[in-house]
């Protein structure tokens, strides 16, 4: 058994790279990341400091997308990630490109984090989770497993996603969703209270959800009733996502859901 680590590659201090690896050109890999049997990166890939990369993860090679024609894009990721078996990553599409992940992250088996996808710090991302291109994820964001994620969605910070749920929409800052399609179930209690929220801040981000479920109110006039709770960095966080938002919230009940299946 070898591994192979080509000429250009940069590799830090304390690095372990397992049997049948292969380390391409352009890859950077920063001090005391552990990387396992039969992995394969092919860059350009920076990959940060301290991270756990186990057997058979693939990283950087081209992206599943039609309108890749060669270009020179880049796969980076940060520090201090667990990334378990089977896992791939792939390069972006257009030239210059980025497929990024930030720090502290733990991405589980068999999970694909397709092309131009950002990832952001403190996500929890379960076996077989499926992110399709160009999505983003917040911080703290947790995504169950079997779970798939349409192009361009994104998932706002310190939500969850339940098991084998399908994303068609932007799932909301805080929020807990399930189904297929999704809908809203409410906020992420849980998950605020073990990120150390206050209950004022609780509170605050509960009376905001309670107007977006409620059904008199349409998303703008929802938006709008929002804009009159007091202003935390919580609830600007919230009016910014749903303002930005391209391919609209997940707004829908279950009721909905259900009346409408």
Do not use: W
């Not at 890939?45 to 186990?54: H, T």
């Not at 992110?131 to 910070?157: F, M, P």
Request: net charge positive; glycine share 10%.
């Amino acid at each position: 058994m070898s591994i192979y680590i080509h000429p250009s590659a940069k590799i830090g201090k304390d690095v372990e790279i397992g049997d049948n690896s292969y380390i391409g050109e352009n890859v950077i890999i920063g001090d005391g990341t552990k990387i396992g049997r039969n992995v394969i990166i092919e860059g350009p890939v920076i990959i940060g400091k301290n991270n756990k990369i186990f057997h058979n993860v693939v990283i950087g090679l081209e992206p599943q997308d039609v309108k890749y024609k060669g270009e020179k894009t880049v796969v980076e990721i940060g520090d201090n990630n667990i990334i378990r078996e089977f896992v791939t990553i792939h390069k972006s599409t257009g030239e210059g490109n980025k497929t990024t992940i930030g720090n502290n992250n733990y991405i589980m088996a068999y999970a694909h984090i397709a092309h131009n996808c950002k990832i952001g710090n403190g996500t929890i991302i379960v076996n077989m989770a499926q992110l399709a291109g160009h999505v983003e994820v917040g911080d703290y964001a947790y995504i169950s497993g079997l779970v798939g994620v349409h192009q361009y969605t994104r998932i706002g910070a310190y939500s969850i996603i339940s098991g084998m749920s399908r994303i068609n929409q932007d799932v909301l800052p805080f929020s807990m969703v399930e189904g297929n399609p999704a809908y809203l179930i409410g906020i992420n209690l849980v998950g605020l209270r073990r990120r150390g929220f206050s209950e004022d801040r609780i509170n605050l981000i509960s009376q905001a959800f309670k107007i977006i479920k409620n059904p008199k109110y349409n998303l703008k006039d929802a938006l709008e009733e929002i804009k009159k709770l007091p202003q935390n960095e919580d609830i600007k966080m919230l009016i910014d996502f749903i303002e930005n938002s391209k391919r609209g919230i997940i707004k829908r009940t279950r009721l909905e859901n259900t009346e409408n299946s």
